[in-house]
């Protein structure tokens, strides 16, 4: 074999295992088929919706900027959204994504207060729940096709009786259903070189 064509072939080897090994460190979910590799870094853009008719939020424009997936210990990544409504700015979250210690220790970043809400991964949805102000509240986010959706369902916190079913009452349901405007190949990229950089200095 020409010596051109065995470069060349080493050089198409060499950038399929830099593929591969970046959808191994890619810890954003499958798809609910379970066939595709979801990637919600990226900017994405959207509409909420809030329930009951008059509830605070309904109609307000979002984008939501998400970083590379955090793919080591002690680290985090962007997780910014901000809510407009006719073009003036309502309301800024400026939080963070963060893994603590082990791929299961996750949690959000509030910006504004400091306070860290533990998010799991259950099948292929990011899951959350808090307490707020005498609320409840399950904040839900999937990808369904090229759709990134969160729900959160906010109820009352009356307290739990032992042996007695308690009702709480529902207060409203807030929707955002968003579509990626962008996505840094770059940024991506950055990403994978620096959890490779990680795991060098770790084996080192």
Known sequence: MPMDECRSCFVIFLLLIAI??????????????????????GTWYGATEAYPKGTLGNGWNVTFEIGPYPMVDNNCTMWR??????????????????????PDDLYIYDGSSGVKVAVQWIHNMLVSSFKYNGVFAVATMRMRGDILEEEILITGDNPAIKDVMVSVRTHSI??????RMSMSNKTISNSCKKNKDTRSKKRG
């Open 81 to 102: 959204s901000i809510f407009k409504e006719n073009g003036t700015i309502k309301l800024t979250k400026d939080n963070r994504f963060c893994r603590e210690h082990g």
């Open 174 to 179: 807030h929707l955002k259903t968003m579509r």
């Open 20 to 41: 591969v090994e970046c959808k191994k460190i890619d810890g954003w979910p499958m798809s609910a088929s379970g066939t595709v590799q979801t990637n919600w870094t």
